[in-house]
């Protein structure tokens, strides 16, 4: 690219300007310079000149780290495309692709800090673009901390939120079972039952698993309790029980009792019937929400403990993880 006159000027004064600033080592060379390209030197007030190649020169480099810093983010963006695009609020909202063929990428889109111990559980609020954690430090937090929410004196193991996110609940190494209104930042219940850490939890969801649990227990809570409207929650403990409660008001209404060792995780049927765990006993346990009998047994699900579980939410499929380091897929049939 072709230089202004001006901009040629500059630069052949920028040129003298560094010559004759390395003193006799150059002098001959400044001085033939100055001559070729009829320059006068700056005056001493004038600092304008003073180190302005050395200046020029750093700027050159600034620029090139910026141009690999973009070139870099090039990159990403041509091999995001390959793969039909970058996630965007159009994807996300479901007007982009297939949110199925969405994978995770490096670095972290967000990084947040605020517990002072190791974080126990993350979980992803239902209705709004909120992350919420527990922790060692006995605490749950939302978002960029901006709510704590202060309750258990001791570990908070799990935490699970109602489908609708207006309700949370959490367990933890106190024993207990919160139940926190999202809202208000206030805890409204605590259930105390459980005799051991209380490792897993879960709601019930709205629809047909919450209805076919209110057509069994319903009656009981409205009797009982005078509520008209219930939150059903299941929980597993370290004491080799699982519970289910009607969170509102902290009512047990079964203690399902058949593991020999911890129950680390618990999820409702999708029918709502059922509630089914895994345990350290290396066994998954199918409970009859009704009877509270256990209905089936898997027997070494594993070779080592069971530590997590999930139903699928449509398909007649289960899967569990274990400290063996394998991930089985059941078929409910």
Aim: net charge neutral; glycine share 8%; aromatic share 8%.
């Amino acid at each position: 690219v072709e230089l202004t006159m001006a901009a040629a000027c500059d630069r052949h004064q920028a040129i003298l300007e560094y010559l004759s600033g390395l003193g006799s080592t150059f002098a001959q060379s400044a001085t033939a310079f100055q001559q070729d390209a009829g320059l006068t030197m700056a005056g001493e007030s004038d600092t304008t000149k003073t180190g302005l190649l050395e200046k020029k020169w750093t700027s050159v480099v600034r620029l090139q780290r910026k141009v690999m810093e973009l070139e870099s983010k090039i990159q990403q963006l041509e091999e995001d495309s390959k793969l039909g695009g970058v996630v965007s609020r159009r994807d996300v909202t479901g007007i982009g692709r297939d949110p199925s063929t969405f994978l995770p990428r490096a670095p972290p889109k967000y990084s947040m800090s605020g517990h002072r111990s190791p974080i126990t559980c993350v979980v992803f609020h239902p209705v709004f673009s909120v992350v919420v954690t527990s922790s060692e430090d006995a605490t749950i937090k939302s978002g960029y901390c901006t709510q704590t929410l202060k309750g258990h004196s001791d570990w908070v193991r799990d935490i699970c939120i109602t489908d609708d996110g207006q309700f949370l609940a959490s367990g933890g190494n106190d024993r207990a079972i919160t139940l926190w209104d999202l809202a208000q930042g206030k805890a409204i219940q605590c259930m105390r039952e459980h005799e051991h850490v209380v490792e897993t939890l879960q709601f019930a969801a709205r629809g047909p698993q919450g209805a076919a649990i209110e057509a069994i227990h319903g009656k009981k809570v409205a009797e009982t309790t005078g509520q008209t409207v219930a939150r059903y929650l299941l929980s597993g403990s370290r004491d080799r029980t699982v519970r289910l409660w009607e969170a509102f008001s902290g009512l047990l209404l079964m203690n399902f009792v058949s593991h020999d060792n911890w129950v680390r995780a618990v999820r409702f049927h999708s029918s709502g019937k059922y509630a089914i765990s895994a345990s350290e006993d290396k066994t998954i346990r199918v409970f009859d929400v009704e009877s509270g009998r256990c209905v089936r047994t898997l027997k070494d699900a594993h070779s080592h403990f069971l530590t997590t579980l999930d139903v699928h939410p449509s398909l007649p499929l289960l899967v569990t993880g274990s400290i063996d380091k394998f991930v089985n897929v059941w078929e409910c049939v």
